[in-house]
């Protein structure tokens, strides 16, 4: 793969991604907060995506997880970037298949909504910082 391919690859990741978190934004400034963080968990996956693309120097893997897709862009985290990570990765399910969809609504309300868009936010802004590097 070309330079010029990654470079158009992680331009399509990181263009997903902005609109993602843009749609994430308006989504809980109308208070549709389920699917506020589920738009949070594919912007962070998206940027993952970018990263790991430029790392692996070719697509990046098919996987929702964003542990792993880090692992793979071979990012170092720290202890509370790995456990905002894993608890964004449980919105990609909870918000998606019906059986945890009805549980998910009981504890998404604005205060926990607010907490991760915030921390979807500060991880976002980090993560576009390495890809400027």
Partial sequence: MTSKDIARIVKYWVDAAVHDFDTARSLFRTGKYDYCL?????????????LA??????????????????????????????EALDQINRFNMEARYPEDLRAFY??????????YFDVTKELWKWLRKKLEA
């Fill in 38 to 50: 589920f738009l949070c968990h594919l912007s962070l996956e998206k940027l993952l995506k970018a």
């Fill in 53 to 82: 693309t430029r790392a692996l120097k070719d697509h990046p893997p098919f996987t929702h997880n964003l542990l792993y897709l880090a692992g793979k862009a071979d990012i170092p985290l720290t202890k509370t970037q790995i």
């Fill in 106 to 115: 009981k504890k998404v309300n604005r205060p926990y909504a607010k907490k």
